[in-house]
């Protein structure tokens, strides 16, 4: 735990620290994060994410340990190069730079100052649209990052264990966005209970020990895995990689069961917004990615009927494309909606084998439908499934 005197020797100058309180413990104790106020005019709060891990040679690491201290790392690298590229209706927190040594230290603005509503609980139609708009403009602005210029991006962390000793550090985000890709969860994939998912697990990956017809139906094509990385480099942008309700605040509550089109009584009312944090797991991917993460964890389950789960889909894509027209003459060929929902599939059949294997939660059970779904209409006419 930092004393008030450590607080201080890492506080940019300008800022007078007049008192400090935990708010949070990183996940397996890996830090604290503090509020801090100051006794400036502006800003009055400032949010300190404190890192310091158990002592554990880095080389000597697992994977999940090194996980965690790369993804500090990545947040930060993101915060100081790349969210100043958001527009301001993409509200992430400003960062400050730290003062001596800010290793393991990040300075952030206060989001609850502007943004006093935690996103708890199941959210309906407004917060949905809301947050997928910030998504959309967000997935907008990175659209085929990764073919413009030269960034260096972190790789997964066993690749990543081969740089330690020629002393390289994260010079870049996530080279695939998530916590649950399947390069970093080989475990969980193996702790997948074979006869349980039999009709899961032929469509993650190639293998040679299916049996059957199943075997002849797939082997020949590239499966989600190898799929989904050769649709990101035409369809890759920035994801968030962790967008879930428990990452996001609103300006106000959001009203339940009423969209943003609702036509208000009070013609003076505020308009919803949302900001969004915790950016441990931003990196490359597509944008489905984000979009069955935040909706499979936390949409209200009665969004997820088949019209109103196409009406979601539809109000996001409508937004990246309108986004998009800025950059791009005709985005409606950029990023095709077919396409779009042929990716919403991948997504859903991805998602579906992270749980399997670690655990299930939020919507899990529509999440399965929807997977045991697409999964059918694949067996059933290899026509449906467009990937090469």
């Known amino acids: 735990m930092l004393s008030e005197e450590d607080i201080n ?15 949070a ?14 006794s400036n005019d502006a800003p009055k709060t400032l949010i ?33 190069h790349l969210a100043s590229r958001l527009p301001s209706s993409v509200k992430v927190a400003r960062s400050y730079a730290a003062r001596g040594n800010d290793d393991g230290n990040l300075i952030l603005e206060d989001l609850e100052v502007d943004f ?24 907008a602005t990175f659209f085929r990052f990764h073919r413009v210029g030269s960034w260096n991006f972190t790789p997964s962390p066993n690749e990543f264990r081969k740089f330690i000793v020629t002393g390289r550090t994260v010079r870049g985000v996530w080279q695939r966005g998530t916590y649950w890709y399947l390069e970093t969860r080989r475990d969980e994939l193996g702790d997948t209970n074979d006869p349980e998912y039999a009709w899961l697990k032929p ?17 020949s094509i590239p499966q989600v895995n190898d799929a989904t990385e050769s649709e990101i480099r035409q369809y890759g942008t920035l994801v968030h990689g962790d967008a879930k309700d428990a990452n996001i605040l609103f300006n106000q509550p959001p009203q339940r069961g009423r969209g943003r089109n609702h036509q208000q009584e009070d013609e003076t009312s505020v308009p919803l917004q949302c900001a969004l944090y915790d950016f441990q797991y931003v990196g490359l991917g597509l944008p489905v990615h984000d979009l069955i993460y935040f909706i499979g964890t936390s949409a209200s389950r009665t969004l997820l009927t088949p019209t109103s789960e196409r009406i979601l889909l539809e109000w996001y894509h409508a937004t990246l494309l309108t986004t998009l027209r800025k950059t791009h003459n005709d985005p409606s060929q950029v990023y095709p909606f077919d396409r779009f ?14 749980m399997a294997g670690w655990g299930f939660w939020g919507n899990a059970n529509w999440v399965e439908r929807r997977a045991r779904e697409v999964v059918t209409v694949w067996e059933a006419n290899p026509a449906n ?4």
């Open 25 to 38: 413990t990183l996940w397996s104790n890996y830090g604290r994060i503090y509020r801090l106020k100051l």
């Open 385 to 388: 499934w467009v990937f090469s």
């Open 9 to 23: 020797a890492i506080l940019p100058e300008e800022f007078n620290l007049t008192s400090s309180k935990t708010i």
């Open 203 to 219: 469509w993650i990956e190639k293998a040679s020990h299916l049996l059957g017809h199943l075997l002849i139906s797939v082997l």
């Open 116 to 139: 006093p509503s935690p996103a708890y609980g199941s959210l309906g139609n407004e917060a949905m649209e809301c947050v997928l708009t910030w998504l959309a403009v967000f997935h």
């Open 48 to 80: 300190l994410k404190s890192i310091h891990p158990p002592a554990t040679s880095l080389a000597d690491s697992d994977e999940s340990h090194l996980r965690k201290l790369l993804s500090y790392e990545v947040e930060k690298w993101f915060y100081h």
């Open 341 to 354: 929902l042929r990716h919403w599939d991948l997504a859903i059949v991805d998602w579906y084998r992270f």
